[in-house]
């Protein structure tokens, strides 16, 4: 009895910490694989590498959250001898998610394969479709918490040394969570371009319970994006709108800004060697009062540096509030060509992010 008592409590604490730890990126637009497989292979190169790492609750010392995102996705014979597009390509990659949450250490490790399929439309237009299969595993960690046995009922005392570990078999849970998606995708060089999409996570409802004898099913998720790049005529600069709408379950969010970015260098028009440099500045807001700010600088269109920090407007209208949710990200983006291509292609679902 005390054993399921225990266990009642444990799984409590574990949900709480579980709908704060949902992931999420401020840098979204930079992370797609992330947020929709079907940008898998979707950029302006062979192949590219991404890899973030998230602090949420940065000024907390102990309930700190710590997420890190990596992938790797290539597209498979994506372009022609001459450097131009194929009328289809398939895009294949693999990612990782490590997320560690709140004082039992709610942790999630998942490993994903990404496939997506890629058609050209129109001269400037592709649609994508994607899935993304992972395996997961959710832990917690019991020997942060405190409990009945590491208090000594004749003086009250505390042991810490006392705890002994009665949910062991509770400890650790796997699943294999999966995703489709859908990019439609406008890419006119120097004039236009944006692109839009669906994804859902957890088609399959997997069960994430630690008891294996209980069902927690994980609710479907949707994330639904838009976003833009328009070059401002006569000028330097360029305007990239963004928006995204998440739900699942009883949870929703939507996270909106503009990009203002800055051409340090451009393209050569008739080599096609050299390649453009750019700074991004930006401003977002999510839904959950949290103001976002946030900057990135693009090398050549081959590295790309991204900081972002968000500002929690509720601990700051409020001096008593505990929140703490601000949070500071890091994004490295590395793509490239397996050898030189001489023409640029316009193939550009999500590198303009």
């Keep these: 009895m005390k054993k399921l008592f225990a266990l009642e409590i444990v799984l409590m604490i574990a949900v709480n910490e579980s709908s704060a730890q949902d992931t999420k ?45 990596a992938s790797y996705d290539q597209g498979i014979a994506k372009y022609r001898s001459d450097g131009e597009d194929r009328q289809s390509y398939f895009g294949i990659g693999l990612s990782l998610l490590n997320d560690k949450a709140g004082t039992s250490s709610l942790g999630l490790m998942q490993i994903n394969a990404l496939l997506s399929y890629n058609l050209k439309m129109g001269e400037f237009s592709w649609l994508s479709l994607g899935t993304r299969i992972g395996y997961a595993t959710r832990s917690v960690d019991y020997t942060n918490l ?94 990239m709108p963004h928006v995204l709408f998440t739900t699942g379950g009883h949870y929703s969010e939507t996270n909106f800004g503009v990009i203002l970015k800055t051409y340090l260098s451009f393209d050569s028009k008739s080599t096609h060697i050299k390649k453009s440099s750019s700074l991004y500045t930006g401003i977002f807001y999510r839904t959950s009062k949290d103001l ?27 001096p008593l509030s505990k929140k703490k949710r601000s949070a500071l990200e890091f994004v490295i983006t590395y793509s490239s060509f397996f050898k030189e291509r001489r023409l640029i292609p316009r193939k550009g679902s999500t590198e303009f992010f």
């Design 292 to 318: 976002i700010l946030l900057m990135k600088f693009d090398l050549r269109r081959n590295i790309a540096l991204g900081l972002s920090y968000d500002i929690d407007l509720s601990a700051v209208s409020d």
């Design 25 to 69: 990126f401020s840098q979204y637009y930079t992370l797609m694989p992330a947020i929709n497989p079907a940008s898998t292979g979707a950029f302006g190169g062979d192949y590219r590498f991404l890899i973030d790492y998230r602090r949420s609750n940065y000024s907390a010392s102990v309930d700190a959250f710590n997420t890190v995102y």
């Design 146 to 239: 405190t409990w009945g046995s590491q208090f000594n009922d004749a003086d009250g005392s505390y042991d810490p040394s006392a705890f002994s570990d009665p949910l062991a078999q509770y400890e650790k849970a796997t699943y294999v969570p999966v995703s489709i998606g859908l990019i439609y995708n406008l890419s006119k060089i120097d004039k236009l371009k944006m692109n839009a999409g669906l994804a859902l996570e957890n088609v399959n409802k997997p069960n994430a319970a630690f008891d294996g004898e209980v069902k927690e099913e994980l609710p479907m998720k949707t994330n639904i994006h838009v976003g833009a790049e328009w070059m401002i005529p006569n000028t330097i600069m360029a305007l």
